[in-house]
Nanobody, 126 residues
Framework: QVQLQASGPGLVTPSETLSLTCTVS??????????WSWVRQSPGKDLQWIAS???????HYTPRLKDRTSISKDPTKNQFTLQLSSVTPEDTAVYYC??????????????????WGQGTQVTVSS
């Protein structure tokens, strides 16, 4: 059974760079149609797709965050990371990592993904 676990700093100061790591166990994502993704949910809002990376290293970003976002992976550790620069309080959310067959850019719920991590709370505050 594939499991994903997101980890991060919890509290980030405005204007700093947020760095999150997702550790994947029980499986891998090495084909061109397998995607590792970051999704977030702010209080009272819908799920928002942030970025994805495929097994063939293709990267995709949501347009409104593209200039501040970078996704990468370390296959040797079966991990992938998200960096979000110049954070503001609007970036406060629960951040989830997920795995899917096929790219999902408008998720309605977590069940659209094959595997979904527990999420990590990120608060941006001074």
């Amino acid at each position: 059974q594939v499991q994903l676990q997101a980890s991060g700093p919890g509290l980030v100061t405005p204007s700093e760079t947020l760095s999150l790591t997702c550790t994947v166990s029980g499986g891998s994502c090495t084909t061109s149609y397998c995607y590792w993704s970051w999704v977030r949910q702010s209080p009272g809002k819908d799920l928002q797709w942030i970025a994805s990376i495929s097994g063939s290293d293709e990267t995709h970003y949501t347009p409104r965050l593209k200039d501040r976002t970078s996704i990468s992976k370390d296959p040797t550790k079966n991990q992938f990371t998200l960096q979000l620069s110049s954070v503001t309080p609007e970036d406060t959310a629960v951040y989830y990592c997920a795995q899917s067959i096929g790219l999902i850019t408008l998720p309605s719920n977590s069940q659209e993904y094959d595997y979904w991590g527990q999420g990590t709370q990120v608060t941006v505050s001074s």
